[in-house]
Nanobody, 115 residues
Framework: QVQLRESGGGSVQPGGSLTLSCAAS????????VAWYRQAPGKEREFVAH????????IYADSVKDRFTISRLDSINTVYLQMNSLKPEDTAVYYC????????WGQGTQVTVSS
C-alpha cells in the first residue's frame, strides 16, 4: 500500500533553515508528482509546493516562493523540502502527499520557528 513518511522537522530560530524529507513506498514513485502541505494550529491545511515527474516543473505557494525549494531523488523514492529564511509564520505540521487514484498523506513532521 502507499506509504509516505516525513522526517527532518524540528525547532529553529527565525532566519534559520531546515530540510524535510518524505520517503515513499508502495507505488512507482518516479511516475507521480508529489506535494508538500502544512497545517498551522487553528488553521486549515494549505498547499506549500509541488514537484512533477522528473522534477521538470515545480510550483510554490506565494508565501514560500524564493525561500523554499522542493526536489526529488527517484533512486531512493524521496522528496525533499529545503526551507531557508524561516519565519514564525512557517510554524506548522508539514505533510507530503501523493495522488495515486486516491490522495495519500504522511503522518506529518512538526516545524517550529521561534526565538
Amino acid at each position: 500500500q502507499v506509504q509516505l513518511r516525513e522526517s527532518g522537522g524540528g525547532s529553529v530560530q527565525p532566519g534559520g533553515s531546515l530540510t524535510l524529507s518524505c520517503a515513499a513506498s508502495g507505488f512507482t514513485f518516479s511516475r507521480y508528482g508529489v506535494a508538500w502541505y502544512r497545517q498551522a494550529p487553528g488553521k486549515e491545511r494549505e498547499f506549500v509546493a509541488h514537484i512533477s515527474i522528473l522534477g521538470s516543473n515545480r510550483i510554490y505557494a506565494d508565501s514560500v516562493k524564493d525561500r523554499f525549494t522542493i526536489s526529488r531523488l527517484d533512486s531512493i523514492n524521496t522528496v525533499y523540502l529545503q526551507m531557508n529564511s524561516l519565519k514564525p509564520e512557517d510554524t506548522a505540521v508539514y505533510y507530503c502527499s501523493v495522488v495515486v487514484v486516491s490522495q495519500y498523506w504522511g503522518q506529518g513532521t512538526q516545524v517550529t520557528v521561534s526565538s
